[in-house]
């Protein structure tokens, strides 16, 4: 039986992991084919939140200014707030009871700004995944195949046979490719495996509702993105957040409202039912509301047992599912494609052996797991806010109404309950400042190779970034300047798709190896001097004015770095070398799996 088509790689699923996955190998020259089951992108406004490493990955892909442009303002996400209600005939109704800075304050603060030149962003998934389908489309056309289902598949030592069906037109396609990814939420990939999931499962059932409707009224504070409310009428928690798309803050013409319910509780599957929850939940906001849609979930946080097996790998929410809090599902998935990716160019290359895959696990999985329990602990502690107004369900709107006003009466009976919610609000930094999470982790083992320096000593791995231009971790973030004096971030050095040797100034020695290696070896490969040069300029020097780069380097001025394509640092040398370009074609053996260590 011939083949309808052959690719190097197949790509089953078209959300952000897949799309990514689709975008990056393109920029890479690899072909790939997309399928996804489903006839459109996701009509769900869940995932939102665009972390600064994500952003960096948008910006490889050509998507960055758009996404900045049709997502929320800076000085609009600056800010979460905790709130009684949202409208109602009760004066507290819509009373602010916290406010907690989020994200860097829009990326305003000094952490974010030294962490990468890209601030965080939000753009809801469901306005983000058509800008990533149009421009993956762009960059492969006809190779990008909504209402197209994978169906069956099998794999032998060199490659995968898979059949996929056309919804549009009932055909069978028969596709033959080196590799698979599955990037369909876990929904055929992994279970045709027989690849399990553990962790925490239906932890409550979340129902969620996109509207539209005006709010500006009641949904006050400008610079607060997402709203926590308390709802006395129900006895429960909800959340608030505006959808844009023209206008955001109080204006925002749309808007996502979930209301959390027990997992167990059948109210949550009567759609009449979560439909007047929902009216409850905005009291007299809701006139002229109209919902566009309701969607169920369950919130869980769970990891793969394995991320690969033979030619198949797993992406996003088919290798691990994350609670929202922290928005670190929809990002990992983008993180997962970029780290798999470039290693898939590699190998399909010619540059690395085929064990360069195996650490795509022995990465991701560590990460992805970390991840999770963060986004766990974040949700714990959002649940330990709301126990803090007290009541329930069923202790009915008064007493919850009684309950609730500890925490703003001023009766100094009351002072203990209010401190001790605020500082379970504060606590809740780990989810909104987790910069070292969310750009600081590291990959102690994988694809590099380690320059026996100890590991930096980081007093809370949680909220704090420590740059390093360590083996293993993220390249450091400096604002360099070309002879002429332009401003130019390190991590744009970097060309989609190829390492980047950095030198210091006295470096020229491994600039010169690393143009053989990439001569002799055909590897994507590049090098610059980067430091204090003096006057002594080459094409492909650059500026250190700050010393910013000098400081997070850790070598000397004749000393270098080597950096992935994904920007993590793979190798360093601390000085110069008696034969630097034997020691770099060593280090790229090791890190591209054509030896061991």
Known sequence: MTNDLDVPVLIAGGGAAGLTASLLLSRLGVTSLLVTALPTTSALPKAHVLNQRTMEIMRDVGLADAVYAAGTPAGQMAYSGWY?????????????????????????????QAASAERQANLPQHRLEPRLRARAEELAPGM????????????????????????????????????????????????????????????????????????????????????????????????LV????????????????????????????????????????????????????????????????????????????????????????????IDDAQNLTWKLAAVLGGHADEALLDTYAVERRPVA??????????????????????????????????????????????????????????????????????????????????????????????????????PGHPLPHAWLADPDGEPL????????????????????????AAEKAAARTGLPLDAVRVGHLDGDYLDGDYLDPRSTWTRWRGHGPAGAVLVRPDRFIGWRAAGADPDPEARLTAALDVLLARRRM
């Open 242 to 333: 505006p959808l844009g798309p023209e206008r955001w803050g109080p204006d925002s013409e749309e808007w996502a409202c979930h209301l959390h319910y027990p997992a167990a509780e059948p109210r949550a599957l009567d759609e009449a039912a979560v439909l007047a929850d929902l009216r409850t939940a905005l009291g007299p906001a809701a006139e002229g509301v109209t919902v566009h849609g309701v969607s169920r979930w369950t919130l869980q946080g769970v990891v793969a047992d394995r991320f690969r097996a033979g030619r198949v790998f797993l992406l996003g929410d088919a290798a691990h599912r994350h609670p929202p809090t922290g928005g670190l599902g929809m990002t990992s998935a």
């Open 84 to 112: 009684v209600g949202l409208s109602g005939d009760d004066p507290d109704h819509g009373r602010r009871v916290a406010r907690i800075e989020s994200w860097g304050a829009g990326g305003s603060s000094p952490e974010w």
């Open 489 to 512: 971030p390190v991590a744009r050095l970097v060309t989609p798709g190829r390492f980047l040797l950095i030198a210091g100034e006295e470096g020229h020695d491994w600039c010169r």
């Open 369 to 470: 797991a970390a991840g999770v329990r963060r986004a766990l602990e974040s949700t714990r502690n959002h649940l330990a806010i709301t126990a803090h107004f007290g009541g329930g369900p069923q202790a009915g709107p008064a007493e919850n109404w009684r309950l609730a006003r500890r925490l703003w009466s001023g009766d100094p009976a009351d002072r203990a309950a209010r401190r001790a919610f605020l500082r379970t609000v504060a606590a809740q930094s780990m989810e909104f400042g987790e910069l070292g999470v969310e750009f600081g982790y590291t990959y102690p083992q994988g694809a590099l190779v380690p320059d026996g320096t100890p590991v930096p000593q980081n007093p809370d791995p949680v909220r704090i970034h420590l740059p390093a231009a360590r």
């Open 144 to 239: 990008v195949r909504f209402h197209h289902e994978l169906t069956a598949f099998t794999q032998d030592a060199d490659g995968v046979t898979a059949e996929v069906t056309d919804h549009g037109s009932g055909s069978a396609l028969r596709v033959r490719a080196r590799y698979l990814l599955g990037c369909d939420g876990g929904h055929t990939v992994g279970p045709a495996l027989g690849i399990a999931h553990e962790g925490v499962r239906d932890m409550a059932r979340m129902v969620t509702f996109h509207f539209s409707g005006d709010l500006s009224r009641w949904a006050r504070d400008p610079e607060v993105l997402i709203r926590w409310l308390w709802l006395p009428e129900l006895g429960t928690g909800g959340v």
